[in-house]
T-cell receptor, first 112, second 116 residues
Framework: DQQVKQNSPSLSVQEGRISILNCDYT??????FLWYKKYPAEGPTFLIS?????DKNEDGRFTVFLNKSAKHLSLHIVPSQPGDSAVYFC???????????FGTGTRLKVLA | SAVISQKPSRDICQRGTSLTIQCQVD?????MFWYRQQPGQSLTLIAT?????????ESGFVIDKFPISRPNLTFSTLTVSNMSPEDSSIYLC?????????????FGPGTRLTVL
């Protein structure tokens, strides 16, 4: 049972345009969500997080939106840059636990 | 964030052998974790490495197959025992950023294991 799903395995976007990466979850106990970026041959790098008390968190070019009723979150990258090309994982956890459940990842390719 | 290193970065091993992966952190951390990423799959938590006590394993993972040591607050090892081709994965250690309920986890570069 995949509790965190990233249904798009890949996404291509032109440089300068918006990249939108989506993530759905099934466990209503999840209340903290993170996005990680992973380059080949490197470990995942923490990007941005959001708790369930918010519906939006912004950090520079990266914004994460959370829709609790739909159990859906999305990562927006504006403007997209070629250096953003990587695999993006969303992850979720429940309060009081240190266990994160990861999605399968979306490979983003930003075209110059 | 902590600087995390892993050894080896990659290895090719024969079926039935064992491999020990080391994880070194440049500062003392309370929470250390071991993950596995099988080809095309998400990251899956194997266990939480507890300093001074036995590791806490997730469902589907057992100590006999994945023994873990945590001798101090900066170092941990994961052994993949009696390997089979199904153990071919990237193994990652991670550390929690703090002691609160919500912590970002920071990952090492990973160990790419291929079992023939």
């Amino acid at each position: 049972d995949q509790q965190v799903k990233q249904n798009s395995p890949s996404l291509s976007v032109q440089e300068g345009r918006i990249s939108i990466l989506n993530c759905d979850y099934t466990n209503s106990m999840f209340d903290y969500f993170l996005w990680y970026k992973k380059y080949p041959a490197e470990g995942p790098t923490f990007l941005i997080s959001i708790s369930s008390i918010k519906d939006k968190n912004e950090d520079g070019r990266f914004t994460v939106f959370l829709n609790k009723s739909a159990k859906h979150l999305s990562l927006h990258i504006v403007p997209s840059q070629p250096g953003d090309s990587a695999v993006y994982f969303c992850a979720a956890s429940a309060e009081g636990t240190y266990k994160y459940i990861f999605g399968t990842g979306t490979r983003l390719k930003v075209l110059a | 964030s902590a600087v995390i290193s892993q050894k080896p970065s990659r290895d090719i091993c024969q079926r039935g052998t064992s491999l020990t992966i080391q994880c070194q952190v440049d500062s003392q951390v309370t929470m250390m974790f071991w993950y596995r990423q099988q080809p095309g799959q998400s990251l899956t938590l194997i266990a939480t490495a507890n300093q001074g006590s036995e590791a806490t394993y997730e469902s589907g993972f057992v100590i006999d197959k994945f023994p873990i040591s945590r001798p101090n607050l900066t170092f941990s090892t994961l052994t993949v025992s009696n390997m089979s081709p199904e153990d071919s994965s990237i193994y990652l250690c991670s550390v929690g950023s703090g002691n609160g309920a919500y912590n970002e986890q920071f990952f090492g570069p990973g160990t790419r294991l291929t079992v023939l």
